[in-house]
Nanobody, 116 residues
Framework: QVQVVESGGGLVQAGGSLRLSCAASGSIFAIRAMNWYRQSPGKQREFVASITSDSSEGYADSVKGRFTISRDNAKNTLYLQMNNLKPEDTAVYYC??????????WGQGTQVTVSS
């Protein structure tokens, strides 16, 4: 019954910004980390950013300094603030709630397109 819904994607020009949201409904517990991933056509899914249960943050080198991950535990929501977007950031972005035990929770993805 857990549902994960992503929003905030869209079309933006290079240098612009977007804020992605990932809201989870249902009983969410025992979360080890909350991550963002992305996948471009013809490429494998790649890690973008992570925030752990103790609020430690990690970023891929390609987005470090431009993207910021955050969370709102009360709302079961994960965010990704994306600044200074580049055409190579174009991808479908996915969020995932990784649990210590049991199935992880994944969103269906939101499309981000950055034009030059």
């Amino acid at each position: 019954q857990v549902q994960v819904v992503e929003s905030g994607g869209g079309l933006v020009q290079a240098g612009g910004s977007l804020r992605l949201s990932c809201a989870a409904s249902g009983s969410i517990f025992a979360i080890r980390a909350m991550n963002w991933y992305r996948q471009s056509p013809g490429k494998q899914r790649e890690f973008v950013a992570s925030i752990t249960s103790d609020s430690s943050e990690g970023y891929a080198d390609s987005v470090k300094g431009r993207f910021t991950i955050s969370r709102d535990n009360a709302k079961n929501t994960l965010y990704l603030q994306m600044n200074n977007l580049k055409p190579e950031d174009t991808a479908v972005y996915y969020c995932a709630y990784h649990r210590y035990i049991g199935n992880d929770y994944w969103g269906q993805g939101t499309q981000v397109t950055v034009s030059s």
